[in-house]
Nanobody, 129 residues
């Protein structure tokens, strides 16, 4: 079965960087969209960055474009989120998520949480001013 395990969250000052990691297992030969969402208190869970199984990023939210980068690591079992120029508005619980798809075209467009059926437990990111 598919399993996603996040790590790398923590506290950082504004302007700093963090790198989150998501170790993915259980996909076998199936192709997937996998990426990162976040949820701040009182807000909806929003999709930030998505990539397809071949490692090509297919989506970035406007709020993180140019600051965050989603990476399929060489192991091909870890998807990382490099976060630079962090601000207090980035404070949230960050989740790794995935969905099985027939092709990369299914990873394009703004992702909605209801489309993703595999989730990690989340990792907290706190950015202080």
């Amino acid at each position: 079965q598919v399993k996603l395990v996040e790590s790398g969250g923590g506290s950082v000052q504004a302007g700093g960087s963090l790198r989150l990691s998501c170790v993915a297992s259980g996909f076998g030969d199936r192709r997937a969209c996998i990426g990162w969402f976040r949820q701040a208190p009182g807000k909806e869970r929003e999709g930030l960055a998505i990539l397809y199984s071949n490692g090509i990023a297919t989506y970035y939210a406007d709020s993180v474009k140019g600051r965050f980068t989603v990476i399929l690591e060489r192991s091909e079992t870890t998807v990382s989120l490099q976060m630079n120029s962090l601000s207090p508005e980035d404070t949230a619980m960050y989740y790794c998520a995935a969905k099985i798809v027939p092709g990369g075209w299914a990873c394009t467009g703004a992702p909605h949480k209801n489309q993703y059926n595999f989730w990690g437990q989340g990792t907290q990111v706190t950015v202080s001013s």
